[in-house]
């Protein structure tokens, strides 16, 4: 149980189009879902935190415009990026809490998905 | 933002041995967390120990946790050719957000 799928796995876009990335939980419910950010070699960066019928708050010098959330149901949210720029390509990873388990710190992350802006 | 500082950054081990690698971090935690993450994949969970303990045993690893050190270890007992991978500490703050630290390559030579 507890699987996190992401899709697509690698994605090739040019400059100034749009790449919509999918987050989805498969077997449990996820009000809340995190997308987060590596670079290679490099640990991850959490980019924003996703909430299920409601606004993503995201962090500190990330740009809401740029990169758009929507967690319109319990397993499946989205991460867009707008207008990518070379300096978008990175490898973006999701990660889901089991809304069921109260008191559960435990978050179970998607394969990742290798972003290339040419 | 990034909180938490391993060390070391790359470590070569021969199978059968063990491996260590440490977390520090700054602010205070409910609980901190170990993944571990293969080339190009995504993250898989280890060990979870809350604030309150002190040691945890999973399996071939142990992990340490002083919080008035602000430092934890992860410890791999008897490693494999497959521990071959890079290995985080995250922090939680009791918000959910995980904040990683910068993590450290195990490379275990058969």
């Known amino acids: 149980g507890a699987v996190v799928s992401q899709h697509p796995s690698r994605v090739i876009c040019k400059s100034g189009t749009s790449v919509k990335i999918e987050c989805r939980s498969l077997?449990?419910?996820?009000?809340?879902m995190f997308w987060y950010r590596q670079f290679p070699k490099k640990s991850l960066m959490l980019m924003a935190t996703?909430?299920?019928?409601?606004?993503?708050?995201?962090e500190q010098g990330v740009e809401k415009d740029k990169f758009l959330i929507n967690h319109a149901s319990l397993t499946l949210s989205t991460l867009t990026v707008t207008s990518a720029h070379p300096e978008d390509s990175s490898f973006y990873i999701c990660?889901?809490?089991?809304?069921?388990?109260?008191?559960?710190?435990?978050?179970?992350f998607g394969p990742g998905t290798r972003l290339t802006v040419t | 933002s990034q909180q938490g500082e391993e060390d070391p950054q790359a470590l070569s081990i021969q199978e059968g041995e063990n491996a260590t690698m440490n977390c520090s971090y700054k602010?205070?935690?409910?609980?901190l967390q170990w993944y571990r993450q293969n080339s190009g994949r995504g993250l898989v969970h280890l060990i979870l120990?809350?604030?309150?303990?002190r040691e945890k045993h999973s399996g071939r690893l142990r992990v340490t946790l002083d919080t008035s050190k602000k430092s934890s270890s992860l410890l791999i007992t008897a490693s494999r050719a497959a521990d071959t991978a890079s290995y985080f500490c995250?922090?939680?703050?009791?918000?959910?957000?995980?904040?990683f630290g910068a993590g450290t390559t195990v490379t275990v030579r058969a």
């Open positions: 990660s889901a809490r089991d809304s069921r388990l109260a008191g559960s710190y435990e978050q179970y």
């Open positions: 077997d449990f419910q996820a009000t809340t």
């Open positions: 996703s909430n299920e019928g409601s606004k993503a708050t995201y």
């Open positions: 602010t205070s935690i409910n609980n």
């Open positions: 120990i809350r604030s309150n303990e």
């Open positions: 995250a922090t939680d703050a009791n918000d959910y957000k995980l904040s």
